[in-house]
């Protein structure tokens, strides 16, 4: 994490410089409503703080909280379905209420206003855009990996080199002398597990995924011991 003080840009600057000088809203290249495209843009900056800098999260929801546009009479903007429980409570941590379509609670402030004052104000729910199969995977994969898991089961490093431990012992007899496994081969041997049910006939989709969310754990595991 980048020291705010000392002249390498923290994420939190880099997210209010790209927001402030590259909005995707202006973006015609980008598919959606100006609201979807800076929706996006602020998911982007919000996922990485919570990685990097979870201390500015709450920083940066304060200055670009969702958003929802009136355009032509209607509110457009984009649900929440794929924040997190621990980025919507930032949001809320932050002073903006969540709805539970992702914008701030004042839009109905907004919206009520603007039909006291005799405008035709419908609210609509804009869908999220198609995705791909191979978007969905990783999506759902990056969900559940970023998810509650760690905190139910602690870091993954710590809950793969438990899994090693164990396998040592239990494997103990069948190990030849100084083998150890560690959490890198405890990562491996769950993809092996995936992959056994795969040549069993299991089609899931949660396999899949499964797998993606195990190789991304795993190449992670590795860059730590």
Same mark, same amino acid.
């Given at each position: ?13 880099? *997210? ?14 980008r598919l959606g409503t100006p609201a979807q495209k800076y929706n996006a843009q602020m ?5 990485? =703080? ?6 500015? =999260?709450? #920083? ?5 909280? &969702? ?7 209607? *509110? ?13 409570? *930032? ?11 992702? @914008?701030?609670?004042? #839009? ?32 759902? &994969? ?12 602690g870091r993954p490093i710590d809950s793969f080199t438990r899994l090693a431990e164990a396998?040592? @012992?239990?494997?103990?007899?069948? @190990? ?6 560690? *959490? ?17 006939g299991d089609r899931k989709d949660d396999t899949w995924v499964d797998l993606a969310g ?12």
């Open positions: 994490m980048a020291d705010p003080i000392t002249e390498e840009d923290s994420v939190l600057t880099l *997210a209010i410089k790209d927001m402030s000088f590259n909005p995707w809203q202006a973006d015609p290249t998911r982007h900056w919000m996922d990485r =703080l919570q990685k990097e800098e979870p201390w500015s =999260l709450g #920083i940066f929801v304060e200055n670009y909280p &969702a958003r929802s546009d009136i355009e032509n009479g209607v *509110a457009l903007g984009e649900g929440d379905a794929e924040l997190g429980p621990k980025t919507q409570q *930032a949001i809320r941590d932050a002073g903006h209420p969540v709805s539970e379509h992702g @914008l701030p609670t004042n #839009i109905a402030e907004y919206v009520a206003a603007r039909r006291a004052e005799g405008m035709d104000v419908r609210v609509v729910n804009v869908p999220p855009p198609d995705l791909t199969k191979r978007e969905e995977v990783l999506r759902e &994969a990056n969900r559940i990996i970023h998810g509650d898991r760690e905190k139910d089961y396998l040592n @012992l239990v494997l103990r007899p069948k @190990l030849a002398e100084g083998v150890e496994l560690d *959490a890198v081969d405890a990562a491996v041997l769950m993809i092996a597990m995936k992959l056994s049910r795969l040549a069993g195990y190789s991304a754990l795993g190449a992670e595991v590795r860059d730590q011991l």
